[in-house]
């Protein structure tokens, strides 16, 4: 069966300005896309969520594999920074097959965790069929729409355990409120995975002793992708009728 990822759109950036372009923009250094897939995001001015996205290069060209659903969104942003500068941004037609165990030839590595397997672009192949919810649960990645939400902090989202943020590269868009968070507090809220006895609708309020402290996200499985204030997580904690146990933030 062939096992993909319909809902991404894959585009080419080239130009004489394109890398520079992006490596002002990007969380991430724009020169680990030339070792292999790299993965990365776009914030807005306030250091909060806007796109995610994984990049590779070939030749002198940039491909940046995004959410079908953020592409048109992303790209009109894309093009509101490019201003005279030496970028082209268009749409390819390449088909990303995602899979786990041995690699085909031309795959590259998932850079967000060794167990999310391998990407592939060109012509859809075969892979083996994989619940990815529940391996994103398992592994604590996040997804746009689901825990990638528009309010959300990157290091809350565990970019920095996904390769996702590099605090050595220089400016961004939102770097100084990023690098804040890094190095002049602690995390007091972010993803946590948990076990529900039952599914709830995503996003549902979490409480504990009747207050309000998080909510729900990803779910497969009978376990959970959730976000809570972690000094908050204690007593009965619910989810609607749901009761969550085993809340971790190891992953």
């Not at 969104?73 to 941004?89: D, E, F, G, H, W």
């Not at 590595?109 to 012509?123: I, L």
């Not at 979490?206 to 959970?224: L, V, W």
């Not at 908050?232 to 992953?251: E, P, W, Y």
Request: glycine residues 8%; contains cysteine.
């Amino acid at each position: 069966m062939k096992e993909n990822y319909n809902d991404r759109k894959v585009f080419c950036l080239s130009g004489a300005d394109a890398k520079d372009f992006l490596q002002d923009l990007i969380t991430n250094d724009i020169a680990k896309a030339e070792q292999g897939l790299s993965y990365s995001a776009l914030l807005g001015p306030q250091g909060k969520f806007l796109f995610d996205f994984f990049l590779f290069t070939k030749a002198e060209d940039i491909f940046l594999d995004c959410a079908t659903n953020t592409s048109d969104a992303l790209c009109q942003r894309l093009m509101m920074y490019r201003l005279r500068r030496k970028v082209s941004i268009e749409a390819t037609n390449l088909f990303v097959t995602c899979g786990l165990g041995q690699a085909p030839a031309g795959a590259m590595a998932d850079p967000r965790h060794p167990e999310m397997g391998w990407r592939f672009y060109g012509e859809p192949i075969e892979a083996e069929t994989v619940n990815w919810t529940a391996q994103r649960i398992r592994l604590g990645i996040p997804e746009v729409g689901a825990e990638l939400l528009p309010d959300s902090y990157i290091l809350e989202m565990r970019f920095e355990a996904l390769n996702g943020v590099d605090f050595r590269k220089g400016c961004y868009i939102g770097q100084e409120i990023t690098a804040r968070m890094k190095h002049k507090t602690e995390l007091r809220k972010g993803l946590a995975r948990a076990t529900l006895t039952k599914q709830v609708p995503l996003h549902t309020p979490i409480t504990a002793d009747g207050k309000e402290i998080g909510f729900t996200c990803s779910q497969a499985e009978g376990d959970a992708l959730i976000y809570l204030r972690f000094e908050k997580a204690n007593g009965t904690i619910m989810a609607n009728d749901a009761v969550l146990s085993n809340i971790s933030t190891d992953f």
